[in-house]
């Protein structure tokens, strides 16, 4: 896997989402567990709207699927990320790699991938870590309009500056760049799921 260590661009600048190897496109997830909140659709206008509950497998300290291998098994509309799914949908948060591969800019500094350690994402405030408020097992369906938040969308401040002192291996920042042109060569990657529930009376 090319981290860009050898002075070459790193795979997410050369390649396109279609052209990673699987273990590029696994690679690729910061561990976030932002995409891991549960969501609600707005019957009327289809807007989804992101909560500070947890899906059952959530682990809110790890941000991590406690059961990654039986996940879609466990857990039926847990939606597995493909390129087609991450330009499909719309609820991606701005922070999601795979999202920012797709849009054309680079990964920031926090991300595992560019700093080398997996705890930038949790110090840079991206994770879910210690966010989680509940469980959606804890939580009635009617109640989750209650958990309504605004951060899982957003990039936090102290996520977007590099602080002096945390090495990387590629440009800070999300710096545009031009998608390298498709190969033709297609892969069928595992990847992150995630999962939407819609409220009581919500028609799909
Ligand atoms: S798929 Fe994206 S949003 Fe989900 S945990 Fe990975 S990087 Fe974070
Ligand atoms: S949404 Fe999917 S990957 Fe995330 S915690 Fe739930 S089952 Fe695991």
Not at 72 to 84: E, I
Not at 133 to 157: C, F, M, N, Q, Y
Not at 165 to 191: F, K
């Amino acid at each position: 896997m090319d981290d860009g260590r050898n002075g070459a661009p790193p795979f997410w600048q050369a390649r396109t989402l279609e052209e990673m190897t699987p273990a590029e496109w696994e690679s690729l997830c910061d561990g976030c567990g932002r995409c891991c909140l549960v969501k609600l659709e707005d019957e009327d206008t289809g807007r989804i709207h992101l909560t500070d509950v947890g899906c059952t497998l959530l682990d809110g300290e790890t941000c991590r699927c406690r059961d990654y291998a039986h996940r879609q098994a466990r857990v039926p509309d847990c939606v597995r990320l493909t390129p087609a799914e991450v330009r499909r949908l719309t609820w991606l948060p701005p922070t999601c790699a795979y999202r920012l591969v797709r849009e054309g800019h680079d990964l920031y500094w926090w991300h595992p991938l560019v700093s080398g350690d997996p705890d930038t994402v949790h110090v840079a405030g991206v994770s879910v870590k210690g966010r989680v408020a509940a469980s959606e097992d804890e939580i009635p369906l009617e109640d989750l309009v209650d958990h309504i938040v605004t951060w899982p969308g957003r990039v936090p401040k102290a996520a977007r500056t590099r602080p002096a002192g945390v090495s990387g291996t590629t440009a800070q920042g999300a710096a545009r760049r031009t998608p390298p042109p498709v190969s033709g060569r297609r892969c069928a990657p595992q990847a992150r799921r995630t999962t939407t529930r819609v409220p009581v009376g919500t028609r799909r």
